[in-house]
């Protein structure tokens, strides 16, 4: 599998091509090669993001814009109206319905997978549509995890958590919602967001001088806000 590196790497040349192209046919220039007016759309970049975020690790955020840019971009191309396609997602949801019923050990690894996620385990994971939640996480090795707030909200507390050595992060995704972050004085944190019509801010110190930090554990909230927002509190 290639490393996120690469992968935004080629997510980036790929953004450039587009770019470069929407540009040139906007000045009316003939391109040597015939190239589809379909896939230069805003849907088929939903999907390259989407790609994205899965091979980075953040897989919840990167089937959600894969999902929706696949929606709609079905919708475009084949003139489906939304009756249309949920006319033929509800079979599919059945069948996998049927399937999890059949063979529940399938249901029972998922629902593994969820009971993971403790108070006091060294990974996060929540997911937030049309809802708001708040956690109280106390590990001592918290390593990351993943956030996904869409039209919802989340409050993390870790007051009673210390971070694992090195580098530690955390996704975070928020569409039409935010994620308040409260953190102790001691933690290193490291903001690497893309807002789009959004904001990420770190207020811990805003009015008070910076305490001691362990430069050995890091926390780096990596994350993408379209309009959205994160902010990053004291614990």
């Keep these: 599998m290639k490393s996120p590196g690469a992968v935004r790497i080629i997510v980036g040349l790929l953004f450039i091509l587009f770019g470069a192209v929407l540009f040139l046919k906007w000045a009316g220039y003939d391109l040597p090669v015939f190239i589809p007016s379909d896939l230069f759309t805003w849907q088929l970049i939903l999907i390259i993001l989407g790609i994205y975020f899965v091979a980075s690790g953040n897989r919840n955020t990167g089937l959600l814009m894969i999902l929706i840019g696949g929606v709609f971009w079905v919708r475009q191309i084949y003139g489906y109206s939304f009756r249309d396609i949920f006319t033929i997602g509800i079979p599919i949801v059945l069948v996998l319905a049927g399937l999890m019923l059949i063979f529940p050990q399938l249901l029972r690894r998922k629902k593994k997978h969820r009971e993971r996620i403790t108070d006091r385990e060294p990974e996060l994971q929540a997911v ?26 989340a409050d993390l507390h870790f007051r009673g958590s210390s971070l694992a050595p090195g580098r530690n992060i955390l996704h975070t995704t928020c569409i039409f919602g935010g994620c308040d972050v409260h953190v102790p004085d001691d933690w290193s944190v490291q903001l690497e967001t893309t807002q789009v019509f959004g904001e990420a801010n770190d207020k811990r110190f805003k009015n008070t001088g910076k305490p001691q930090e362990d430069p050995d554990k890091t926390l780096i909230i990596k994350g993408f806000m379209l309009f959205g927002g994160l902010e990053v509190k004291r614990a």
Excluded at 131 to 148: A, I, L
């Design 128 to 153: 937030h549509v049309f809802s708001g939640g708040s956690r109280v996480v106390e590990s001592d090795q918290f390593s990351g995890g993943e956030v996904v707030c869409v039209f919802g909200g």
